[in-house]
């Protein structure tokens, strides 16, 4: 299984970025996918989720800022990331919600 995440960068605060993560090794059309943080010196926490059927939920402190999304017949999983603020820097992972598995992430940096 390959978790592999882009679309990083450095931005501005209120910048955006489209986050990718291509997904193989899994029947991804069946699976929920998820994307998360880790900010330094902090623990990982929870982004978004998307389902199979494509229902979304998020964190509250990205609520209307962030889009998950995904495209099932490119196996990949998206995040919008939008009006980006400073606390929003870390390493973005995307996983199958319910299996424990991480790939290489992509790094969010945000700073004036």
């Known amino acids: 299984v390959q978790l592999q995440a882009s679309g990083g960068g450095s931005v501005q605060p209120g910048g955006s970025l489209r986050l990718s993560c291509v997904v193989s090794?899994?029947?991804?059309?069946?699976?929920?996918m998820s994307w998360y943080r880790q900010a330094p010196g902090k623990q990982r926490e929870l982004v978004a989720t998307i389902t199979s059927a494509g229902s979304t939920r998020y964190a509250d402190y990205v609520q209307g800022r962030f889009t998950i999304s995904r495209d099932n017949a490119k196996d990949t999983v998206y995040l919008q990331v939008n009006s980006l603020k400073p606390e929003d820097t870390g390493s973005y992972y995307c996983k199958p919600t319910y299996l424990t598995l991480w790939g290489q992430g992509t790094q969010v940096t945000v700073s004036s």
């Open positions: 090794g899994i029947d991804f059309n069946r699976r929920a």
